[in-house]
């Protein structure tokens, strides 16, 4: 069975700072896929980046950062010049599997990240 | 329009009552999954929905009856529920996708399910 740790229950940032998400995974197979979403208080959950496992890039999107380390099988999210927006709870997940075209995930437990002023 | 659309955005109902949650979206995505997710937890798989036909049940128990009408609807049908069923119910869909693809899953807004 495949696994998703996100060991920061919480986490503290100066607005502008930058800040990593830590993530690590266990799997056996070859081709997977590792996600990061935000859910805001309002309770969305808002899909920020994708990274496969046959990805030579990290991948970006903005001010969000993929740091992919697949020997060490960590997958951290890197937010740059954070912002009071930022604060949110936010979820690694890695896809288990394909069935008819559909994707389940497995989610990490999450990590909140607050941004004070 | 990239909106997965969810109603009620709250509900409470006693454990002898009967009540559905719908989901829609008009994206053309053919996976659409219901979620479970309880205070300070992740998201819990429990219905995934690919071509209009059940896909995926994780175990749910009988009191949660699932129904994909048509391509861009999804309806949680629930019954005798217990106080420990209250969580935030989501709804999620997707472009149907080959191996080694992705597509990101679009979330709805979740339905604040309160079982008295």
């Known amino acids: 069975a495949q696994k998703i740790t996100q060991t920061q229950p919480g986490m503290f940032v100066q607005e502008k700072e930058a800040v990593t998400l830590d993530c690590t995974y266990d799997?056996?197979?070859?081709?997977?896929?590792l996600f990061w979403y935000k859910q805001p208080s309002s309770g969305e959950m808002i899909f920020l980046i994708y990274q496969g496992s046959y990805d030579e890039q990290n991948a970006t999107e903005g001010r969000y950062s993929l740091n992919f380390q697949k020997a060490r099988k960590s997958a951290n999210l890197v937010i740059s010049a954070s912002q009071l927006g930022d604060s949110a709870m936010y979820f690694c997940?890695?896809?288990?599997?394909?069935?008819?075209?559909?994707?389940?995930?497995?989610f990490g437990q999450g990590t909140r990240l607050t941004i004070n002023p | 329009d990239t909106e997965v659309t969810q109603t009620p955005k709250h509900l409470v109902m006693g454990m002898t009552n009967k009540k559905s949650l719908k989901c829609e979206q008009h994206?053309?995505?053919?996976?659409m999954y219901w979620y479970k997710q309880k205070a300070k937890k992740p998201p819990e798989l429990m219905f995934v929905?690919?071509?209009?036909?059940?896909?995926i049940n994780e175990s749910v128990p009988s009191r949660f009856s699932p129904e994909c009408p048509n391509s861009s609807l999804l309806n949680l049908h629930l019954h005798a529920l217990q106080p420990e069923d209250s969580a935030l119910y989501l709804c999620?869909?997707?472009?149907?996708?080959?191996?080694?693809?992705?597509?990101?899953?679009?979330f709805g807004p979740g339905t604040r399910l309160t079982v008295l």
């Open positions: 929905y690919s071509y209009e036909k059940l896909s």
């Open positions: 999620a869909s997707s472009q149907a996708v080959l191996a080694n693809a992705y597509n990101e899953q679009f």
């Open positions: 799997t056996s197979d070859q081709s997977y896929g």
């Open positions: 997940a890695m896809r288990e599997g394909i069935i008819q075209g559909a994707q389940k995930l497995v």
């Open positions: 994206m053309g995505h053919r996976a």
